[in-house]
């Protein structure tokens, strides 16, 4: 990433902590995890038909618009003290690792087709790993994750 | 933004340029406008549901995806010299701006019915701005948006 999409980046955050800061809208400031589904959901389709007419300068603009759901959501279970932008970024990267070790890790694959395998079970590997996560034990009775 | 924030950030758009890249993933690297439609309708559902329930780790992990698919649209109209992740952020953060001066530029507001007027005469003045844009001049025939 380049010096100035970081810069850009900061930039976009810091408005963002502004709007939903002490002096800033009442508007976003009052949505939860329920009143924006209605946003996510509007502002996603907007995106789909952009995407549909495969009109540009309306893809750049609404791919922007559902960021800022995704930031905003972010920012309402940081407040509920939940989860952080931070472990958003931290997880997806971790998941891409994980589910590509042909990139990553230097495995080989022969067709796409075993890649679609490899995919599906890291997936069944990960479904497995949360159930253990979730397993009660002596030491630690109900959900750890 | 804290440092930290920024370093994880950082480091996915590091992981998205790699799987995009050269040594990258097929799967990724074949995904266009049109392709990735199915999975940003399935990606964002999934997000929905997860908001529905109330389930923060995986309000959390779809977050992730959802944000994957925004920065893997973005790449895929880079790749067509439409628009990059920086035009993204600088366009959504102008737009918070341009709609938020109650925060940005220190104008007043009584209630929020106000406030609700306001946003939508700011919409109304974007659009006649487009439109003026977009008319033909004898300067500059066609769209110049």
């Known amino acids: 990433m380049s010096?100035?999409?970081?810069q850009t980046f900061t930039e976009l955050l810091e408005t963002i902590k502004q709007l939903l800061g002490e002096e800033g809208c009442p508007w976003d400031k009052k949505q939860t995890n329920e009143s924006i589904i209605k946003?996510?959901?509007?502002?996603?389709?907007?995106?789909i038909d952009a995407l549909e007419k495969k009109d540009y300068p309306n893809i750049c603009e609404e791919l922007g618009d559902v960021l800022y759901?995704?930031?905003?959501?972010?920012?309402i279970n940081k407040k509920e003290g939940q989860f952080s932008l931070e472990d958003v970024f931290r997880e997806v990267n971790a998941k891409l690792v994980r589910?590509?070790?042909?990139?990553?890790?230097?495995?080989?694959?022969?067709t796409e087709e075993d890649l679609a395998k490899q995919w599906?079970?890291?997936?069944?590997?990960?479904?497995?790993d949360a159930k253990i996560q979730i397993a009660p034990t002596n030491n630690n009775k109900g959900n750890i994750k």
Not at 39 to 47: A, D, G, T, V
Not at 120 to 128: A, N, R
Request: glycine letters at 2%.
């Open 69 to 75: 759901i995704v930031i905003l959501i972010s920012s």
């Open 99 to 110: 589910r590509h070790p042909h990139v990553f890790a230097g495995t080989s694959y022969e």
């Open 120 to 128: 599906e079970k890291i997936k069944q590997q990960e479904k497995h």
């Open 3 to 6: 010096i100035k999409t970081k």
């Open 39 to 47: 946003y996510l959901k509007s502002e996603s389709q907007e995106l």
